[in-house]
């Protein structure tokens, strides 16, 4: 074990230094506003952690991500839905978000205040008096994806929590309900930094930055942004001239050149405008037609003229002289301006050939080893995308569900969860909990297997399991452990013909963030596992 520690501190320490030089570029990111959170609809708060993250993210992210200025995207952002497909069909969309690699964006999920009054008993001048004293409990949660401009994808998408308790000789209720109703938040004052939810907000905040730094490693090398031809094509698409002026039959002097991108060999589309008249000869329309099209063969004259030829005569009957007049408009032939640059290339395969089963199964296992790799690091999202990359290439393994399901459910996403264990229970496949049992030498770990019409228990030491029907099941309910101070699950099963009692807590959610109401949703949800399909 020592040998494989000390051989990852190498590759590790080898890799950071191989790409040091490498380093130089960083993700360009712009941090679109957090949504508020459900219960403050109307608050500013999803707007004063939004100026926390930039704050945060532009002093501890700065060596991966260089942050565009909020100011000059945030109307461009408000308007963008990146459900679409626009960002993936337009691969310089980005610019309009000033060269933007990613999208931060997000939505303040918990921001909860608990208070529990309770009487305190103090000796004050030797005279015993009870005073009024308040716990309270502050939890946020910043659920976060950082947004691929390029492919419209999800690159990374985690969360950030903060908690903080203290206990106070006042009420903190009125500010609370204040905040909530649309008072201003202004948790990056000295003030707010100081008090109970300006301590957690920061906290949740900083585990956002954290995330993003730890997995900056996961992301593609940053681009250095579009190429010189890129963005050529770019200002050809834009560009509309005229023609000055016809030499002889095939030349034309036109009104753009080298200044506005163009090169020998460009193309444009020329087109007139036909007049149309009324009976009494009164001008009422005016139509655009395509006439031909022009190939610039000189642009070093003079750099904002170019001198072109007539190489194509659209319309039937007409001559080379009906095709560019003085003042006809001109426009870019753009398949003809990338092939020019050798931006699209023509070698890329027409059929798509099936990949080697071999090969795929190796992508499988890569894909499993990546999600592990982020579960033990606690990257939920991240692992629940690598094991969902692995069912699209290898779809409805136990191996790969089971994973699917435990990523989901230490996100919290019990529906979700749900939809994955009863696929694995309807096919007769057991869904697995870590759980901590009591007993009357003391506490052990072990695994709760629910599966259809049985129910077991795998301590991972002792011969204390059980394995049986669900006739034998007697009663399963929710159940407060004194011992352990927890809510649980409680058991009493037959069990060599005699009824025994089994006390398990869950081993997912900690206490913190919202943990116990998680952690009685997971007991609801082995209640009905074992109703619907132990029982069944």
């Not at 380093?23 to 926390?52: C, D, F, M, W, Y």
């Not at 690091?377 to 399901?405: C, H, M, N, V, W």
Request: net charge neutral; hydrophobic share 40%; glycine share 8%.
């Amino acid at each position: 074990m020592r040998i494989r520690v000390l051989i990852s501190v190498i590759v590790l320490w080898s890799a950071a230094f191989g790409s040091a030089e490498a380093q130089t570029l960083r993700h360009r990111v712009a941090v679109k506003a957090l949504e508020n959170p459900a219960n403050a609809e109307k608050s500013t708060i999803g707007n004063a952690l939004t100026e926390i993250l930039i704050t945060e993210l532009s002093r501890a992210g700065a060596r991966h991500y260089e942050l565009v200025d909020p100011g000059t995207v945030a109307d461009a952002l408000r308007g963008i839905d990146f459900n679409s497909s626009y960002w993936a069909e337009n691969p310089l969309a980005s610019q309009q978000l000033a060269g933007a690699h990613y999208v931060l964006a997000g939505k303040v999920s918990n921001f909860s205040f608990n208070e529990q009054k309770f009487r305190e008993q103090v000796l004050v001048q030797g005279v015993i008096q009870f005073l009024d004293r308040y716990r309270q409990r502050v939890d946020v949660r910043v659920d976060f994806r950082l947004i691929n401009l390029k492919t419209g994808q999800i690159a990374l998408s985690e969360s950030g929590s903060g908690s903080e308790t203290r206990i106070s000789t006042t009420s903190g209720a009125l500010v609370w309900d204040q905040i909530l109703a649309g008072g201003m938040f202004h948790a990056s004052s000295k003030e707010g930094l100081d008090s109970l939810i300006g301590r957690a907000t920061i906290q949740a905040v900083q585990a956002v930055v954290r995330k993003l730094n730890d997995l900056a490693r996961v992301l593609p090398p940053p681009e250095a942004g579009p190429t010189a031809a890129e963005i050529e094509l770019t200002a050809l698409e834009k560009l509309e001239g005229k023609v000055l002026a016809q030499v002889g039959a095939e030349t034309r002097i036109l009104g753009v050149g080298k200044n506005h991108s163009l090169r020998v060999g460009d193309r444009l589309i020329v087109s007139g405008e036909q007049v149309i008249r009324d009976q009494r000869g009164q001008e009422v329309y005016r139509v655009r037609r395509q006439t031909g099209i022009v190939e610039i063969v000189d642009v070093d004259s003079a750099p904002d003229r170019s001198m072109a030829r007539v190489v194509e005569v659209s319309e039937a009957g007409a001559n080379i002289a009906s095709v560019g007049r003085e003042g006809d408009v001109l426009k870019v032939d753009m398949n003809r301006a990338r092939e020019l640059r050798q931006v699209l290339g023509s070698n890329s395969p027409s059929g798509k050939s099936e990949e080697n089963p071999i090969d795929v199964e190796e992508k499988v296992r890569e894909h499993i080893r990546r999600g592990d790799r982020f579960f033990e690091d606690k990257y939920f999202g991240q692992a629940l995308d690598e094991y969902r990359k692995a069912d699209a290439l290898k779809p409805g393994t136990y191996e790969i569900l089971s994973r699917i399901g435990a990523a989901l459910l230490y996100l919290g996403d019990f529906y979700e969860t749900e939809i994955t264990a009863e696929q694995l229970l309807k096919r007769g496949d057991a869904v697995e909990f870590h759980v901590l049992h009591g007993h009357l030498l003391g506490q052990c770990i072990g695994s709760l297997r629910i599966q259809l019409g049985r129910l077991s228990f795998v301590p991972r030491g002792g011969d204390h399991g059980f394995v049986v029907p669900g006739s034998d099941v007697l009663i399963f309910t929710r159940d407060f452990n004194k011992t352990i101070n927890r809510e649980g699950l409680m058991l009493r099963i037959r069990k060599e013909n005699k009824e025994r009692r089994y006390d398990f807590v869950f081993l997912v959610f900690g206490e913190d963030e919202g943990g116990e109401e998680n952690n009685r949703r997971l007991i609801n949800l082995v209640l009905r596992m074992i109703r619907d399909y132990v029982k069944s």
